[in-house]
Every structure is written in structure tokens, then in C-alpha cells.
């Protein structure tokens, strides 16, 4: 047992001190070895990635360290990899046997976020300690699974009492209906559900034997849904607007009639397709502004609410703004490259998540004793990324 943390009172920024040209070598061998060894050297292409940020990503002097071996991530890759051909064998071959073994992988799914989630714990360590996720299994089926469900199911019976009632009370829409009751009940649903992922996730954490607190709440993670919702909520209406005068003109001008086809006449069907091409496009900028704001203000939350032991605070300060904008030029940059310039874009991520990022407190009074603990499976991780799930925090 020993005390792994030096003096340092205060405020401590989290500072990147990663560079796009030693990235770009990196990533540019990763690609070509990976390609020429036919994706096996992926899983070492990975373990180089993983330390080369955590190697350059420092608090108060010291920096992070990524421990995973590459033939651990090389054998859960092909494990993967195996399964999910198996998979796709069975549903051309055996469509219901396909249909149990999925049915089968779903009920696995608790069991694999938190196995994945203490994978990546325990191989990450800072100032020679490491992490590590105290979740257990019956705790992960009772939020992944079971309060799920039972929630779902509450608004199912909800809203099928709600139309019986609009279906008497003429007075009012089924549009109407699930504009002032539907939507608000899944926006909160997904918050009460948010909230359940992140304390379920920040609480269980652990650096070394000093456990994380996230004094968090439902009511934040539904405040924050419903500003998300407000946030789309323009977007939405300028893009009903400009799709109910398209079609609208699209109907006068196939059923001509009157006055109605001499306004419409002079009007190019092409002016009514650009409309709908503009309402799309409004809504997909909507739904990323209202994503984005979920992202920013859910950090900021968690974040601003979690503390390491009783010294020491966490913080975040994004805004909004300058997320939206780092991800405008992040894109701007990886498209007009062609894609080369991807390394330069995530060392920017990077180094900006890491300037809105920090610590404070006395870490001197963190007493932070290590353990012999070890994750030798990489299976759920790989199972996690192989389907894009995404469970982080």
C-alpha cells in the first residue's frame, strides 16, 4: 500500500500535449499494416492509438497509461468477428434458430457493457494506479433490462388509456394527442433512463481503492431532454413550413384547377423538390444541434457533479458554441482531405475535451492505495464496438 499522490492544491487543468504530425505517422502506419496483414494488425493498431492519447493527456504533472496487450484485443476481435458470422450464416440457413441465438445475444447485453466497462478501467492507470468498475451483474440487468421494459410498458398502457379517452373526447386529434402527451413521455423516458446509465456507471467507478461520487439526479437528465426538445423545436417548425408549401404546390399543380393552376403554373416543380430537400436538411441540422446540446450539457452535469473521494472535485465547461463549431471544422477538415486529415481532427477533439476539462481539490489528501486486480478478456469490448454501442459516459 502506498500513497500514489503528490502535493497540488488548487485547480489543475487537464492539458493535451499531443501533436496532428506524430498522430498522422501513427495513424498512417496503423492503416497501411492493418490493410496489408488483412485487419490483424488492427488490434495492435489499437493498443497504439489508446496509449499514445492517454500518454499525452496530463493532471498536475503526471499523465495516463493504457495497459491492454494487443493479442487480448486480437482474440476477442476474432471471437467477435467468428459470432457474428455465425450469426448471418444461421438467419440464411436457419432464419428461427438465427432469430434465438439474437434473442440469446440481447439478454447478454448487460452482462457485456459491464464487462466492457471494467475492461477498459482496469487497463487504464494514472500515476501508476489503475482504475477500475465495481458494477455487478444483477445490478446491470436490473437497469438495462428490467426497468426498461417496465417502463416502456407504463407508457404503453399510458398512452392506449390516453387514446380510448381521445377517441371519445372528439374534441381533440390523435395528432394532438401525442404532440402534448407522447413525445414529452418519451423525452422524459430517455432522460430517466440517461440518468440511470450515468450513476449507474460513475458510482461503481473506482481509482484504485477511492471511489467515485456523482451526486446526480433524475430531474436533471429529463431537464436537460426537454431543453434538448425545445432546442429542435425551430428547426421542426421551419421544416413542417417549408414541406406543407412544397406539397402543397405539388398537389395544384397535378390536380390543376381554376385559379389555382394558373398561380401554380409558372411555378418549376424543381423549386417545390428543393423545398423538401431543404426541410430534410433542416431537420438533420435540428436533430445534430439537439444531440449536440445533450452531449454538452450532460458532461457538464455529470462532470460538474462528480467527485474522487472527499478531496477532490471534477469540472467541465464546455459550451455549446464551441463544441458545435469544433465539430463544423472537424468536418470540413476530414472532407476537403479526403479523409487524410482525420488524425488532425481527433487530436483537436482531443486537446479541446481536454481544455474544458478539470481538476480541483488537494490531491495531497488523496489516500490512493493500488490493488491486484486484472482483466485478461477483451471479448465484450470488441462485442461493444463490433455493434457501435455506445454505453461511455
Known sequence: MSDNISQGNGKHAVVFHGKSGEYFLIWLVNALLTVITLGIYSAWATVRTRR?????????????????????????????????????????????????????????????????????????????????????????????????????????????????????????????????????????????????????????????????????????????????????????????????????????????????????????????IFQLVVAYISLIIGGLVAKCYIVVAERNYIFSNTALGDNVQIHSTVTLRSYLMLLFTNTLITLFSLGLATPVAHVRYARFMANVTQVSGDLSLLNVQAYDDAARSAVAEEAISALDINVGI
Request: charged share 10%; net charge positive; proline share 4%.
Open 52 to 272: 499514445y492519447f492517454y500518454g499525452n493527456t496530463e493532471i498536475n504533472g503526471d499523465r495516463f497509461d493504457y495497459h491492454a496487450e494487443p493479442i487480448q484485443i486480437l482474440k476477442g476481435r476474432i471471437i467477435v468477428i467468428g459470432a457474428l458470422a455465425l450469426f448471418y450464416l444461421l438467419l440464411m440457413v436457419a432464419p428461427l434458430v438465427g432469430m434465438a441465438v439474437l434473442l440469446a445475444f440481447a439478454a447478454l447485453l448487460p452482462l457485456l457493457i459491464i464487462r466492457n466497462w471494467r475492461y477498459n478501467a482496469i487497463m487504464t492507470s494514472y500515476r501508476g494506479v489503475r482504475f477500475n468498475y465495481l458494477g455487478t451483474v444483477k445490478s446491470a440487468y436490473w437497469a438495462f433490462l428490467a426497468v426498461p421494459l417496465l417502463m416502456v410498458a407504463v407508457l404503453v398502457l399510458f398512452m392506449t388509456s390516453v387514446g380510448n379517452i381521445s377517441s371519445i373526447a372528439r374534441n381533440f386529434t390523435p395528432v394532438v394527442v401525442t404532440s402534448l402527451l407522447y413525445v414529452p413521455a418519451l423525452v422524459a423516458l430517455g432522460g430517466v433512463m440517461k440518468y440511470m446509465i450515468a450513476d449507474f456507471y460513475v458510482n461503481n467507478l473506482r481509482f484504485g481503492n477511492t471511489a467515485f461520487n456523482a451526486a446526480i439526479s433524475k430531474s436533471g437528465f429529463i431537464k436537460i431532454a426537454f431543453v434538448s426538445l425545445l432546442v429542435f423545436f425551430p428547426f421542426l417548425v421551419w421544416a413542417l413550413g417549408y414541406a406543407g408549401s412544397a406539397i402543397a404546390s405539388l398537389v395544384q399543380q397535378i390536380q390543376p384547377s381554376g385559379d389555382a393552376f394558373e398561380r401554380a403554373q409558372y411555378r418549376s416543380p424543381y423549386d417545390s
